[in-house]
Each structure stands twice: as C-alpha cells, then as structure tokens.
T-cell receptor, first 110, second 113 residues
Framework: SQQGEEDPQALSIQEGENATMNCSYK?????LQWYRQNSGRGLVHLIL?????REKHSGRLRVTLDTSKKSSSLLITASRAADTASYFC??????????FGKGTKLTVNP | DAGVTQSPTHLIKTRGQQVTLRCSPK?????VSWYQQALGQGPQFIFQ???????QRGNFPDRFSGHQFPNYSSELNVNALLLGDSALYLC????????????FGPGTRLTVL
C-alpha cells in the first residue's frame, strides 16, 4: 500500500518559476527521500532528510520535514524545462523497503 | 563506475507465460530490491535480496519469485502471467544497512497481452 500522498498530483509552471510539492506519510520514520522519474524510466535519488532534520538544501532543491505533521515539501527554485518529470517521496530505504507515494507530475513550460 | 543495469528493456508476453527479468547492482552494493510500478502509480515493493536470501517481501503472490547470485546480481521471475502484471519493473541496489539511499536501474517494461 502507498505510504501517503503527494500534493498536487500534477503541476504546470513556466521556466524560472518555483515549484513546490508536498508529501504526507502515515507512520513514524527514520528518514524521508525524494526521487525524480523521467518519462516512466528509472528513479533518480535527489535528496534524503533524516527525521532529526527540519530543512536540507541541494543546489536548487530545498526539502523540509515536519515530523509532527508527518509531512515534507520539495521546493525546486528557478525551474528549467529539464526539471519536467514525476517526483516521488519515499520513506524507508537501505535494508528497509522504500514506500512511495503516487507522485507529482511536474511540467515546466519553456 | 557502472550503475544499476537491467535487462531486457522491453518485453511482451502473453497471459499464462513465464518471464525472467535480470538486474546487476551498482558496484559495491550487495542488496537488491525489486519494485513494480503500474502506470500512473508509485513503485510498489516486491522483495529484497541480501546474501542470496529473500530478506523482506511485499504483498505479492507466490507467482513472483526471485534469486540472488554470489556476484550480487538478481533475477525476478513471474509465473502464470496476468494482464495486471503489465508494469515497469524496477531494480534498486543499496548497502545492507546504515545508508538509506537506493539506486535504481532504468527498469524493464513488461507488457502482458
């Protein structure tokens, strides 16, 4: 079963704008990860945030985690057409199974 | 440094047939996990292999089985294929503990007619 839900399910923006995606999960976690998937191919790991962290940055990506609300957000700043993809949050990993949400489909228009 | 590789890329089978998908993990990784991703959905965990044994299993029937070889590569077998088995099958590799990132291969697109 899915761990939670990403919101929105689909997002369409113009190049240069910021994109924000949200993720909710159901159980307590050790960490939360975000992955990107282009055109139904393999997933690319973007960023991991541990349960004792509140915010993490990687290039144009910013992830926040609120364990009290069981939610996370992914912000992509100054978006580019190449950012067009589906974005998934997942809990677990390593020796634990990854449990994914249904994803947010992001379209960045040139 | 080779990443995770999977073969074949695409596969078309008919109902009732059997299929074998293959995965080679990223160099240095010894744990392999398999996921099924239906169209428009997030990946669903099938099972994980470590030290040639199935360590965890998701909610999939016994028609789904696997194997891990001494070189850490892995196979996913599906018997008695159903139309609903049509999906993208993803393999991910990782270290067994302490590091949470899993690295995914490009996937095998299985179509069951």
């Amino acid at each position: 079963s899915q761990q939670g839900e990403e919101d929105p399910q689909a997002l369409s923006i113009q190049e240069g704008e910021n994109a924000t995606m949200n993720c909710s999960y159901k159980t307590s976690i050790n960490n939360l990860q975000w992955y990107r998937q282009n055109s139904g191919r393999g997933l690319v790991h973007l960023i991991l945030i541990r349960s004792n962290e509140r915010e993490k940055h990687s290039g144009r990506l910013r992830v926040t985690l609120d364990t009290s609300k069981k939610s996370s957000s992914l912000l992509i700043t100054a978006s580019r057409a190449a950012d067009t993809a589906s974005y998934f949050c997942a809990t677990g990993g390593g020796s634990e199974k990854l449990v994914f949400g249904k994803g947010t489909k992001l379209t960045v228009n040139p | 440094d080779a990443g995770v590789t999977q073969s074949p890329t695409h596969l078309i089978k008919t109902r009732g047939q059997q299929v074998t998908l293959r995965c080679s993990p990223k160099s240095g990784h010894d744990t392999v996990s398999w996921y099924q991703q239906a169209l428009g959905q997030g990946p669903q965990f099938i099972f994980q292999y470590y030290e040639e044994e199935e360590r965890q299993r998701g909610n999939f029937p016994d028609r789904f089985s696997g194997h891990q070889f001494p070189n850490y590569s892995s196979e996913l077998n599906v018997n008695a294929l159903l139309l609903g088995d049509s999906a993208l099958y993803l393999c991910a590799s990782s270290f067994p503990s302490g590091v949470y990132e899993q690295f995914f291969g490009p996937g095998t697109r299985l179509t069951v007619l």
